[in-house]
């Protein structure tokens, strides 16, 4: 017992010196471990850095890359602004004239022949187009028929930085008949008279070489739409509201109204608010076949090459816009007159538009007056035309679109489709021309109520439905009403 007892000190120094010597070999084996762990993130750490070096130094070379393409960029955009400069006028004239007038949301009454919607261009500077209207007339009378009405083609250029052309050419009914003297169906003169016409016709409608100078002054040569009133210059059926044009733009200003001529057009602006066109041109004047059952429908020359009488016509359009909604043009035509025989008289027509809008209402307008001097005119058996004549239209407009339509149908009645309620009073009167044989004057007046509703699905395309009660007087009330459908795009 005693021996145990001296020999624990020595047990027990024994025991922990190993559990101390194990304790340190454990300590350094980690340690070791740590070191090697170091190591690793050392050396992952070195690779780290060495990367960021390389991606600093790829951020840098894609730095520059940026700068030589930002300069460039701007050498470039530099480069297309002087050259827009240069060309804008050689070759972009047309589209840009069209998208600033579209741009101000203006009614097509104030638009013009440069305004068109041109939705495609050939070759580097020119540019194809046209319009196209058919409808479907019921009348009182009986004659209900189909009418391909017109088909007519545009083509414009931009020849130079100065120079343009603008042409449209007009195939009515179809075109020419296939033989001469061939008629189509009678028309109705504002006597209720019977008049047999071509089945159609194929006609330059215009055709133009503008030299631009400055805004204020430019010239013009070709076969003019002649300014008579603003109706003969936005003509187009997509424009129009109503499928048949006004009488006084049928038997006063017979139109599509053209002649061959020469002169001068422009814009200035009197005040920053407002804006005067004008247009003077001389031309071949009207032919001699002027008389109260035609006006002057008979009256047009479609020959170009020459004039009835060797007197060219003067005629001139200013038309004045005081803000932009509101424009009023005056415009006159002087002539002479040639009857049968060899008599020359002075003719003169001067004429009076408007066009108004605000929101969605609008309203326009056209007065024309004949006044002819039939003191040197030769009688003979031939109808002797009247010293007067006048006609003249109003005509209301209001766009609207029903909002559950659109919630109805989204695809068909869009943002950009409107419905079109229009009102239109037409008169004209052609005077009390006289058979020289019987010497009885006839009344010639005839008064014309129409009503329309029509839908564009945009403002290119336009689908009408009009009604119109038509009052003629001829010795004698004779009524006859129609119903119209039409329907009328450019392309």
């Known amino acids: 017992m005693n021996l145990l007892v001296l020999l624990f000190p020595f ?36 690779k780290q850095e060495e990367k960021a070096t390389k991606d600093q130094a790829l951020i840098t070379e894609l730095e520059e890359q940026n700068n030589q393409q930002t300069k460039k960029i701007e050498e470039i955009s530099q480069a297309h602004e002087v050259l827009e400069k240069k060309f804008t006028l050689e070759e972009f004239y047309f589209p840009k004239k069209s998208q600033e007038f579209y741009g101000k949301d203006l009614s097509p009454q104030f638009s013009g022949i440069y305004t068109k919607p041109f939705l495609r261009r050939a070759g580097r500077n020119t540019y194809l187009g046209g319009y196209m209207d058919a409808s479907y007339r019921m009348q009182q009378s009986g004659k209900d028929r189909f009418e391909v009405l017109r088909f007519v083609p545009f083509i414009y250029a931009d020849v130079s930085d100065r120079v343009k052309v603008a042409s449209e050419i007009e195939f009515e009914h179809g075109g020419a008949a296939e033989k001469e003297g061939v008629r189509g169906d009678a028309a109705t003169d504002v006597n209720g008279k019977s008049v047999p016409i071509l089945d159609g016709e194929a006609k330059l409608e215009f055709a133009t070489i503008d030299f631009q100078i400055k805004e204020w002054i430019n010239m013009r040569a070709g076969i003019i739409l002649v300014p008579l009133g603003k109706f003969n210059l936005v003509h187009d059926a997509p424009l129009q509201e109503l499928v048949d044009r006004p009488l006084v733009d049928t038997f006063i200003i017979p139109t599509t109204l053209s002649q061959a001529g020469m002169g001068f057009f422009g814009t200035l602006y009197p005040t920053e608010m407002s804006k005067l066109d004008y247009e003077i041109y001389a031309t071949n004047g009207f032919g001699n076949d002027i008389n109260s059952s035609q006006g002057l429908m008979e009256a047009r020359l479609f020959r170009f090459d020459r004039d009835n009488n060797s007197n060219p016509a003067l005629v001139t359009r200013v038309g004045f816009s005081p803000f932009l909604g509101l424009e009023v043009g005056g415009s006159v035509l002087f002539n002479k007159f040639s009857s049968t025989g060899e008599g020359k008289s002075n003719f003169v027509l001067p004429a009076l538009d408007f066009a108004y809008q605000k929101g969605p209402f609008e309203l326009v307008g056209e007065g024309a007056v004949v006044l002819l001097d039939r003191g040197q005119i030769v009688k003979s058996e031939e109808e002797v035309p009247p010293s007067n004549m006048f006609g003249y ?81 001829s010795g004698h009330d004779r009524t006859n009403n129609v119903f119209v459908f039409g329907w009328a795009t450019y392309f």
């Open 11 to 46: 047990v027990l120094a024994f025991f922990c010196g190993g559990a101390s010597l194990a304790a340190e070999e454990d300590l350094k084996a980690r340690v070791e471990t740590m070191e090697k762990e170091l190591q690793i993130l050392k050396a992952a750490l070195t």
């Open 393 to 473: 239209y109003v005509e209301p407009r209001f766009h609207f679109m029903p909002k559950f339509l659109r919630e109805l149908a989204p695809k068909i009645f869009t943002e950009r489709s409107t419905f079109t309620l229009v009102g239109r009073w037409d008169q004209v009167d052609l005077g009390n021309g006289f058979t020289v044989g019987e010497g009885k004057p006839a009344d010639r007046r005839r008064q014309r109520a129409t009503i329309g509703l029509n839908y564009r699905y945009t403002m290119d395309t336009v689908f009408k439905v009009d009604y119109e009660w038509n009052i003629e007087q």
